[in-house]
């Protein structure tokens, strides 16, 4: 095991003045990711800086709003009564993420910055990643890949963001709130990352020593519905091949308004606007879902391995569509 | 009637019992020791570096940093590890060629140095520093550029005359089946403890067949094999990964001896992807021809299995096809193309469950082809009362009973055969099903019986138990055999000092164990009977008038005839007895008999989401012919592995290789799946037939045969499902969308 320092600070401040002294340092939450990276020498940081000890753990709600502390668990989240009733989509996603051993380490704040599964990343042997090493090329593109993102990924990258979570809390247009050297900041979730095909070795917008401590999540007004559509091999326990994150609010069978993202096909969370504003107004129309899907994939990167996401984004999008605005509800 | 309400009351049989394992207990409190937990005072920690090129040579293994690391106590490489004699030839067991003996790599994730510290936390990192400069060399990876070569252990077969066959059919289907590498994958980690003093070595392993570890150490490492113990009490499941001496074991006990310091070499899981063998991908051609009835007229099946340079595939993938069902004209074909790859070797119903998913699958074609059903095509051809290459009797085969109750539990007669006719909402509804052969294997082995004075006794094997059940069945029947309780037989296993025993492996090992229990059953009430004095009520009787009950010896015919161990012990002022057995086999051609193996039949019923191509496997129904069944509950455990493990096969389990560099690219859990629960449906485990009658204990062994099958009936029930025949296993959501 490579030796490292262990700092585990009690309030916020210090935790950020400690990493933003050393470049070498990083923050530990759950660790349910990054011990498995270090584990691999992937990741080697001189200096864990554990928060796990900051008051930064819980959820409020006030109003249309829920602010939720960036150490609260997948499993708390998942179990947190205006989760349930207001934004039923950010719950499934949350209990298809991981298995509930894991819900319980990981953290929110943590399970948006967690790195990609791509196995050439994963694989300090492999030389050639340009997300590990700047301009060293990409295994993944040459090999079979078959998890890898077809959206916002190119011959340089194709790295998938892997969470599950952060597909219906992109829908829905939640703020991560920020604490740095600089002071406090709200970023955007669908600002927060950074295309792999706009620079593969730069993943999100933070700078060294910023921290997330919370995130802001719209609640679903009344009226809405929503929910999550994980495809994927076996059925549990796996991370997505595609997956559908789909709010709605029906006037009849007219969509007044609705929210769409989609996961495993990015190199980040993949809000798809161009298939809201298609389907904004219109009726319930599965030919018009399946033309929004292929808008929203339009311009795919694909390599042989990943070719069928095509076809299984749209498929997977205009399922949840169909189930969202003319099924029953459960 | 009154004589005999006055007997004792007949004996409780305990085989037959759904008893508890009888090493539960210890498994569930942390006190089986398995080989990781061995730990020996002055014990080092070794870890295995691998290479990361397919082919070429190891030209410098820059040490001299590690060295000077915190514990670090030596970097073993070809230039200073000790030089090991070859291993020793063994039925389908021989070793792997000796690690760091000359620095040329014939695959990627060999092991190419092996670093030795005070801790594991200190060895793994200088492990992650070393600095390894290859002369590589072009490697061997497409199977299109390797050469197919014969495999050692099955020759081709002909039957009769396929091309024959084949012009007299009135139909006739052929296609290329193949199935994907699958690696065993125990939950418990492999690795070696070693310690040796002088010439005299304790080793602690994860191996199925203690007898071959110890005799291939003793020979490689140039020592009387009477001075090597290998220990292996309890494995952490082996599936086939610890039937071959893997070079991990010669690295522990090298480094061990040159240090002279116990060392423990532990894998870790990638390393389980690489080192410890593996299902090697396969193809098949098949051509199927039958006359308009269904009547079969030929079978030809030519399989190809990858293997590694060094090391050829185990192969087997046509051992059963000429063997289920009655067509007189059968040909096979089987190859092996090496290449700069792992090593493969047996996994979980080797070759069979491979060759079985293309045979089944073109089974079920050729039935679509005549418009039959699927069990009716099977059922007109069963070889069911003699073998349909010897034409002798079955010793036993209840495969046409397994067809006949699975239909009947399953509800098979209520399927409609057409494609896609079966809907649940937006759901299509497949039923598929299959039959299954596992071939007979029964090897010799021996075991000890001894009797106290206090009417207890000990059983005594080198056998193992990986988790099979050896323990609870071989504790049923020497209660059995010596009328006692099971709680009063005490089994020791897994260490080769004890009388000899084969592998726990081919599904053979209860038989045999079974068989040599028997065997010293018998001698030991000789033994007994020897001591009895003139005036006891035993004298005078025959060895086979006698049998053990209630912790004595008695006449069959007149129980209250006895005595009891302890007054025959003292009767010659002996405090013990003991017994050998061995297994003793019939000769099968004499007795009339052919050597009948496991039986099988498979019932699957999945649903599709066809839009999504999500696929689940909602029910099964699984009927077994395996003998007799020492442990329903453990005989159902076997089976429900092997299920869950056919499971996996068909819709998961594949180890991608890259294609450039023959890097593994998802070993581990995360990346290369196998079933979860939520992939288990109910599966309802069932058994047919009864005892063999050439396995002297009747059974023909369950550890295997429970996943053959389960594949093609999947496969089977998905083109009922869809009316896509899907002949690539495993079968994934890309392959399934419509």
Same mark, same amino acid.
């Given at each position: 095991m490579r030796a490292f320092v262990y700092d585990r600070p009690t309030d916020v401040e210090q935790a950020v003045a400690a990493v933003a002294a050393d470049p070498q340092a990083a923050f530990l939450a759950g660790g349910t990711t990054q011990l498995d990276l270090m584990k691999d020498g992937v990741w080697t940081p001189d200096r864990l800086v554990d928060i796990?000890?900051?008051?930064?753990r819980g959820i409020m709600v006030d109003g249309q709003l829920m602010r939720v502390g960036a150490l609260t668990s997948m499993e708390e989240l998942a179990a947190e009564p205006a989760v349930a009733d207001r934004l039923l989509m950010v719950r499934e996603a949350l209990l298809a993420g991981a298995s509930t051993q894991l819900r319980n380490m990981a953290t929110i704040g943590g399970n948006l910055l967690q790195r990609t599964r791509c196995r050439y990343f994963r694989d300090?042997?492999?030389?050639?990643c340009n997300r590990r090493s700047?301009?060293?090329?990409?295994a993944a593109v040459d090999? +079979? =890949?078959?998890?890898? /993102?077809?959206?916002?990924?190119?011959e340089r990258c194709v790295a998938l +963001? =892997?969470?599950?979570? /952060?597909v219906p809390l992109v829908a829905v247009d939640a703020q991560a709130l920020v604490v740095g050297p600089q002071g406090q900041r709200h970023v955007p979730l669908t600002e927060l990352w950074v295309r792999a095909d706009e620079g593969?070795?730069?993943?999100?917008?933070l700078g060294h020593?910023?921290?997330?401590?919370a995130v802001d999540v719209p609640l679903l007004p009344a009226g809405w519905r929503s929910g999550y559509l994980k495809v994927r091999?076996?059925?549990?326990?796996e991370f997505v091949l595609v997956s559908a994150a789909v709010a709605v609010l029906m006037d009849g069978d007219l969509i007044a308004d609705l929210r769409i993202a989609l996961g495993g096909v990015g190199s980040v969370p993949w809000r798809a606007r161009q298939a809201e504003q298609m389907l904004r107004?219109?009726?319930?129309?599965p030919v018009r879902f399946e033309q929004a899907g292929r808008a929203t994939v339009a311009g795919a990167y694909t390599l042989p391995g990943t070719a069928f996401k095509v076809d299984l984004a749209v498929a997977t999008l205009t399922r949840q569509l169909l189930a969202m605005t003319t099924e029953a509800t459960p | 009637m009154t004589a005999t309400q006055s007997r004792p009351a007949a004996p409780r049989e305990w085989v037959g019992q759904g008893i508890d394992r009888v090493d539960g207990p210890h498994k569930v409190t942390g006190?089986?020791?398995?080989?990781?937990?061995v730990t020996l005072p002055g014990m080092l920690h070794a870890v295995v570096v691998t290479a990361?090129?397919?082919?070429?040579?190891?030209?410098?293994?820059?040490?001299s940093a590690l060295l000077?690391?915190?514990?670090?106590?030596a970097v073993f490489t070809h230039e200073n590890f000790p030089r090991l004699n070859a291993g020793p030839q063994v039925a389908f067991g021989e070793a792997p060629p000796a690690p760091l003996?000359?620095?040329?790599?014939?695959?990627?994730?060999?092991?190419v140095a092996l670093v030795v510290a005070d801790t594991i936390q200190q060895a793994v990192e200088a492990a992650r520093l070393i600095e390894i400069t290859y002369a590589p060399e072009a490697a061997l990876?497409?199977?299109?550029?390797g050469s197919p070569e014969p495999l050692p252990y099955l020759p081709d077969t002909h039957r009769g005359d396929t091309e024959a066959g084949w012009a007299q059919a009135d139909v006739r289907v052929g296609a290329t089946y193949t199935t994907a590498e699958n690696v065993n994958n125990p939950l418990g980690l492999m690795g070696a403890v070693a310690a040796w003093d002088g010439d005299h070595l304790e080793f602690h392993d994860s191996t199925q067949w203690p007898v071959n570890v110890r005799k291939t150490l003793a020979a490689m490492f140039g020592?009387?094999?009477?001075?090597v113990r290998v220990h292996a009490?309890?494995?952490?499941?082996?599936?086939?990964?610890?039937l071959i001496p893997w070079p991990y074991k010669m690295l522990a006990a090298g480094a061990a001896r040159a240090l002279r310091r116990p060392v423990k070499l532990m894998l870790t899981r990638p390393q389980m992807f690489k080192l410890v063998g593996h299902r090697p991908d396969t193809e098949h051609q098949v051509r199927l021809a039958a006359r308009?009835?269904?009547?079969?007229?030929a079978i030809e099946h030519r399989a190809t299995s990858l293997a590694s340079l060094d090391k050829p595939a185990l192969g087997?993938?046509?051992?059963a096809t000429g063997q289920v069902y009655t067509c007189p004209n059968v040909a096979t074909v089987e190859r092996t193309v090496r290449l700069n790859r792992r090593y493969p070797s047996a996994m979980r119903g080797p070759g069979e469950a491979e060759g079985n998913w293309a045979i089944e699958t073109a089974m079920d074609e050729l039935a679509y082809e005549l418009g039959m059903d699927p069990l009716a095509l099977r059922l007109r051809n069963?070889?069911?009362?003699?073998?349909?290459?010897?034409?002798l009797p079955w010793s036993s085969n209840a495969l046409v009973e397994c067809c006949r109750v699975g239909a009947e539990v399953f509800g098979?007669?209520?399927?409609?055969?057409?494609?896609?006719?079966?809907?649940?909402g937006r759901l299509l509804v497949g039923w598929g099903m299959a039959t299954a052969f596992y071939g007979a294997y029964l090897p010799q082995s021996t075991a000890r019986i001894t009797v106290y004075a206090d009417g207890t006794a000990a059983v005594r094997t080198a056998?193992?138990?990986?988790?099979?059940?050896t323990y609870t069945v071989l504790t049923q029947l020497a209660a059995d055999l010596l009328g006692l309780?099971?709680?009063q037989v005490d089994l020791q296993l897994g260490?080769?000092?004890l009388p000899d025993a084969a592998q726990?492996?081919?599904?053979?090992l209860a038989s045999s164990l079974s068989a040599a229990l028997t065997d010293a059953a018998a001698n030991l009430r000789r033994s007994l009977l020897d001591l009895a004095?003139?005036?006891?009520?035993?004298?005078?009787?025959?060895?086979?008038e006698v049998t053990c009950r209630d912790g004595g010896l008695c006449r069959?015919?007149?129980?209250?005839?006895r005595a009891s161990f302890a007054d025959l012990l003292a009767g010659r002022e002996l405090t013990q007895l003991s017994a050998e057995g061995q297994t003793r086999l019939p000769d099968a051609a004499e007795a009339g008999m052919h050597q009948a193996g496991g039986f099988g039949a498979r019932y699957v019923e999945v649903a599709i989401d066809p839009a999504i191509g999500r696929l689940r496997v909602r029910r099964i129904v699984t009927v077994t012919d395996?003998?007799?069944?020492?442990n329903p509950k453990l005989a159902r455990s076997q089976i429900i592995g092997g299920t869950v493990g056919g499971i996996g096969m068909a819709l998961f389990e594949e180890t991608v290789t890259?294609?450039?560099?023959?890097?593994?690219a998802n070993g581990t859990f995360g990346d290369y799946l196998i079933a979860s629960c939520a992939d288990v449906p109910d599966i309802e485990v069932l058994f047919a037939g009864?005892?063999?009658?050439?396995?002297p204990a009747g059974t023909k062994g369950a550890?295997?045969?429970?996943?053959?099958?389960i594949p093609a009936a999947i496969g089977n029930a998905v083109f009922h499902a869809t009316g896509r025949r899907l002949r690539?296993?495993?079968?994934?959501i890309d392959q399934l969308m419509m």
């Open positions: 796990t000890r900051l008051p930064l300090p042997t492999v030389s050639a700047p301009d060293s090329g990409c090999n +079979h =890949a078959r998890m890898h /993102a077809i959206l916002g990924v190119d +963001h =892997a969470s599950d979570v /952060a593969p070795s730069i993943e999100h917008v020593g910023e921290l997330i401590t091999d076996r059925a549990s326990y107004g219109t009726h319930v129309d | 006190t089986a020791p398995y080989s990781g937990d990361t090129i397919a082919a070429g040579t190891v030209t410098k293994v820059d040490t000077t690391l915190p514990g670090v106590r003996q000359d620095g040329r790599v014939a695959f990627h994730g060999q092991e990876l497409d199977p299109a550029d020592v009387p094999e009477s001075g009490p309890y494995l952490g499941g082996g599936f086939g990964a610890g308009r009835d269904g009547t079969l007229t087997l993938l046509t051992s069963i070889a069911a009362d003699v073998h349909p290459g010897s034409g098979w007669s209520r399927r409609d055969p057409a494609p896609s006719s079966t809907r649940d056998g193992t138990d990986i988790g099979t059940g309780a099971p709680r260490d080769s000092d726990s492996g081919g599904s053979g004095s003139p005036d006891s009520p035993l004298a005078g009787a025959e060895a086979g069959a015919a007149d129980p209250s005839a395996c003998g007799r069944v020492l890259d294609p450039d560099t023959g890097r593994v009864g005892p063999d009658r050439f396995s550890g295997e045969i429970g996943l053959v099958g690539s296993l495993p079968i994934t």
